[in-house]
Structure formats: structure tokens, C-alpha cells
């Protein structure tokens, strides 16, 4: 079975500055799909990025970019020049290649930003 | 477009009661999903649909939950009898084919059962 392990449970950064999460999975599928999903106080699920699983290079969207590392199943999210919005829980998501297939969450990790 | 929209927010119920919720996927969507996250952990998929035919309900405790979907639009997901480690937000996803098959979520429903 697949599984998602995020191992910190909160952390926090100042304003401006770069903070990294952390992200492992276990699978035995060679092809599969990565997500980062925000999740405000309000609740609802925001993806952030994702990640193809045959893809080598690694993905970015603006402030936020991952370090995929497919040997070592691990898949972390840096977010630059932080913003004060960007406080919220971070879930890391797993998903097989079946592109309606259930996603697979983390625990979740909770980031504070302070000014 | 609108998005998935579900109700209620919030609700409290004691235990043994009943409850619904009610989830309104993107139009278009034919993937529907039910998650359920508990206080401090990651989503779950509790059942999902595609169009009004279950795909994977595996983890759906079936001797209290349900749920439908009429007509392949709208869902329901009904918990009966409610037990207090029932506690926790009720997430609707919807699936676009139209952008690399991201599911797109509601704002969930808190449950608490006391």
C-alpha cells in the first residue's frame, strides 16, 4: 500500500524569508503523480504544485518549488520570499498514475509566518 | 466557474443521531469524491463516483455511512448512526479532465457529534 509521511509537524519562518517542508512516500509503482495542497482556516484544499513521477526536472510555480528525489521517495516544497498568506497546513499528496485514482495524504505539516 | 459548493458548514449532533451532507461538484465533472479528515491527519477517501457508479467505497463504513448520487450530479453522504469518532470535516472533490485531471475541493462540512 502507498503511504505519505510528513515528519514535521509544524514549523515556521519570517517574512521574506525561504522555508523548506519535507515530504516522504513509499510505493512500489514507477509512474505516479505528487501534490502540495495548502489548506487555510477556512478549509478548502488549494493546489500548490505537482509532480509527475517520469518528469526529471522539478516543478515550480512562482514563490513555490519542489526537490523531487525519486530514488529516495522523498518530495519537499521550498516557498521563497514568504508571505504572511502563505500561513496555513501543508498537505503532501500521492496519487497512481490512473488519473482518476483517490489522492493519499500526508499527516500534514502546519507553517506559521511571521513578520 | 463555480466551484464545489457543499452545505452544511457546520453541524452538531449528538450521538446516535443522523446527519446529510450535500455536495454540488463543478458542472461537467463526472469524478466525484468523498474525503474525511480527521483533527490532525490528512484527508481519507471514504467513496467515489464516476457519474452515479461507485468506483472505490473500501474504506466507507457501511454499517452507518452512505451515500448517492442521483442522477450523476449531486451527492449525499448520510452517517446513521453518528458515533462520536465521526468528529471531523466531510470534503467534496470534483475531477476536471480539462486540466491534467486536478481535483478541485469544497469547503467541507465540520462535524462534531457529542
Known amino acids: 500500500a502507498q503511504t505519505v509521511t510528513q515528519s514535521q509537524p509544524e514549523m515556521s519562518v519570517q517574512e521574506a524569508e525561504t522555508v523548506t517542508l519535507s515530504c516522504t512516500y513509499d510505493?512500489?509503482?514507477?509512474?505516479?503523480?505528487l501534490f502540495w495542497y495548502k489548506q487555510p482556516p477556512s478549509r478548502q484544499m488549494i493546489l500548490v504544485i505537482r509532480?509527475?513521477?517520469?518528469?526529471?526536472q522539478n516543478a515550480t510555480e512562482n514563490r513555490f518549488s519542489v526537490n523531487f528525489q525519486k530514488a529516495a521517495k522523498s518530495f519537499s516544497l521550498k516557498i521563497s520570499d514568504s508571505q504572511l498568506g502563505d500561513a496555513a497546513m501543508y498537505f503532501c499528496?500521492?496519487?497512481?498514475?490512473?488519473?482518476?485514482?483517490?489522492?493519499?495524504f500526508g499527516t500534514g505539516t502546519r507553517l506559521q509566518v511571521f513578520p | 466557474e463555480a466551484g464545489v459548493a457543499q452545505s452544511p458548514r457546520y453541524k452538531i449532533i449528538e450521538k446516535r443521531q443522523s446527519v446529510a451532507f450535500w455536495c454540488n461538484p463543478i458542472?461537467?465533472?463526472?469524478?466525484l469524491y468523498w474525503y474525511q479528515q480527521i483533527l490532525g491527519q490528512g484527508p481519507k477517501l471514504l467513496i467515489q463516483?464516476?457519474?452515479?457508479?461507485?468506483?472505490?467505497d473500501s474504506q466507507l463504513p457501511k454499517d452507518r455511512f452512505s451515500a448517492e448520487r442521483l442522477k450523476g450530479v449531486d451527492s449525499t453522504l448520510k452517517i446513521q448512526p453518528a458515533k462520536l469518532e465521526d468528529s471531523a470535516v466531510y470534503l467534496c472533490?470534483?475531477?476536471?479532465?480539462?486540466?491534467?485531471?486536478?481535483?478541485?475541493f469544497g469547503p467541507g462540512t465540520r462535524l462534531t457529534v457529542t
Open positions: 499528496a500521492y496519487k497512481r498514475s490512473y488519473n482518476t485514482d483517490k489522492l493519499i
Open positions: 510505493t512500489s509503482e514507477s509512474d505516479y503523480y
Open positions: 509532480q509527475e513521477a517520469y518528469k526529471q
Open positions: 458542472s461537467g465533472h463526472a469524478t
Open positions: 463516483f464516476q457519474n452515479n457508479g461507485v468506483v472505490d
Open positions: 472533490a470534483s475531477l476536471s479532465r480539462d486540466t491534467s485531471y486536478e481535483q478541485y
